[in-house]
Nanobody, 115 residues
Framework: QVQLVESGGGLVQAGGSLRLSCAAS????????MGWYRQAPGNERELVAA???????NYADSVKGRFTISRDNAKNTVYLQMNSLKPEDTAVYYC?????????WGQGTQVTVSS
C-alpha cells in the first residue's frame, strides 16, 4: 500500500498564499504522476493541478497563473504553491499518486480563504 500525508492547509485572507505538501510512503515503485484535487461543499471533486513523472504540469483554468505544482522525486513529495488566493478557492484539497490500477489518495487538508 501507498500512504499519502498532506500538510499546509489553513485559514488565510483573500490575496494571501499557502503551500501544500504531500509526502508519499509505503510500497513505492518508480516515479508516478501526482497532483491535487479539491472539493468544496456541494460540489464535485475537481482537478486543480497535476504533474507527470517527467515534470510536465497541467492546471485548471481557474488557478492558472496563481498556483504552481512541483515535486521532489527524492522525497516522494509533491507541492502546491497557492498565491493570490480567492474565497472561491476554499475547499478540502486532496493529493493523489497514480498507482498501477487506480489512484492513491491523501486524507485531505482544509483550505479556507476569507474575504
Amino acid at each position: 500500500q501507498v500512504q499519502l500525508v498532506e500538510s499546509g492547509g489553513g485559514l488565510v485572507q483573500a490575496g494571501g498564499s499557502l503551500r501544500l505538501s504531500c509526502a508519499a510512503s509505503g510500497r513505492i515503485f518508480g516515479i508516478k504522476d501526482m497532483g491535487w484535487y479539491r472539493q468544496a461543499p456541494g460540489n464535485e471533486r475537481e482537478l486543480v493541478a497535476a504533474i507527470t513523472s517527467g515534470g510536465i504540469t497541467n492546471y485548471a483554468d481557474s488557478v492558472k497563473g496563481r498556483f504552481t505544482i512541483s515535486r521532489d522525486n527524492a522525497k516522494n513529495t509533491v507541492y502546491l504553491q497557492m498565491n493570490s488566493l480567492k474565497p472561491e478557492d476554499t475547499a478540502v484539497y486532496y493529493c493523489y499518486r497514480d498507482g498501477i490500477y487506480s489512484k492513491y489518495w491523501g486524507q485531505g487538508t482544509q483550505v479556507t480563504v476569507s474575504s
